[in-house]
């Protein structure tokens, strides 16, 4: 079956720029992960939804960003005035139930300049 | 110091042999133990999954957990090079609500035909 898709997979922004990054998570999957990736590091949590209830938040690093699951299946990751800092690659991913369970989509690398 | 350490690498072993891959943390508050493997431009895999302390195989892989330690492993038995990739270890904490995981900065393994 179809797993996790994110579009675009690539995407390039002016500084100051907003951007929207798309998740599909798999199915029937009830919760949702969005993490940053930066280049030679692992994955850095940045928030989490069950359903459409965003129940963690905590590793979003300014309140540039913002995301949204309004009917309990796609997301979209927001940033707002992009820095160069930005730059990353943005992976999403859905689990059945509970966070242990995440198949990972292929993410978008953002290139800021 | 982050919370999670892991030795980057790289390793490179023959074609067959036994690798062994290590991660320490501070935190004595993660009960949830996790391995990936991510190939290049590709979002992470989920190889193993444990809780608590203990073994657990699956194949070629064992998980090993060590939580008086602070210490856990990943043992690829009969090395291919398909296993070549970045693994990298993650861990949660028990709560309710909780869906961050940390994940170390990945050990790059190349194994030689």
């Known amino acids: 079956g179809a797993g996790v898709s994110q579009s675009p997979r690539y995407k390039v922004a002016k500084r100051g720029q907003d951007v929207a990054l798309r998740c599909d998570p798999i199915?029937?999957?009830?919760?949702l992960f969005w993490y940053q990736q930066a280049l030679g590091q692992g994955p850095e949590f940045l928030t989490y939804?069950?359903?459409?209830?965003?129940?963690?938040k905590s590793g979003l690093p300014s309140d540039r960003f913002f995301a949204e699951r309004p009917e309990g299946s796609v997301s979209t990751l927001k940033i707002q005035r992009t820095q160069q800092e930005d730059s990353a690659v943005y992976l999403c991913?859905?689990?059945?139930?509970?966070?242990?369970?995440?198949?990972f989509g292929p993410g978008t690398r953002l290139t800021v300049l | 110091q982050k919370e999670v350490e892991q030795d980057p690498g790289p390793l490179s072993v023959p074609e067959g042999a036994i690798v062994s891959l290590n991660c320490t943390y501070s935190?004595?508050?993660?009960?949830?133990f996790m391995w990936y493997r991510q190939y290049s431009r590709k979002g992470p895999e989920l190889l193993m999954y444990?809780?608590?302390?203990g073994n657990k195989e699956d194949g070629r892989f064992t998980a090993q957990v060590d939580k008086s330690s602070k210490y856990i492993s990943l043992f690829i038995r009969d090395s291919q090079p398909s296993d070549s990739a970045t693994y990298l270890c993650?861990?949660?904490?028990?709560?309710?609500?909780?869906?961050?995981?940390?994940f170390g900065d990945g050990t790059t393994l190349t194994v030689k035909p």
């Open positions: 991913a859905s689990s059945p139930a509970g966070p242990d369970t995440q198949y």
């Open positions: 199915s029937g999957h009830v919760s």
């Open positions: 939804f069950q359903n459409e209830a965003q129940l963690d």
């Open positions: 935190n004595s508050a993660f009960q949830y």
């Open positions: 444990t809780y608590s302390s």
């Open positions: 993650a861990m949660r904490a028990q709560d309710t609500n909780a869906g961050k995981s940390t």
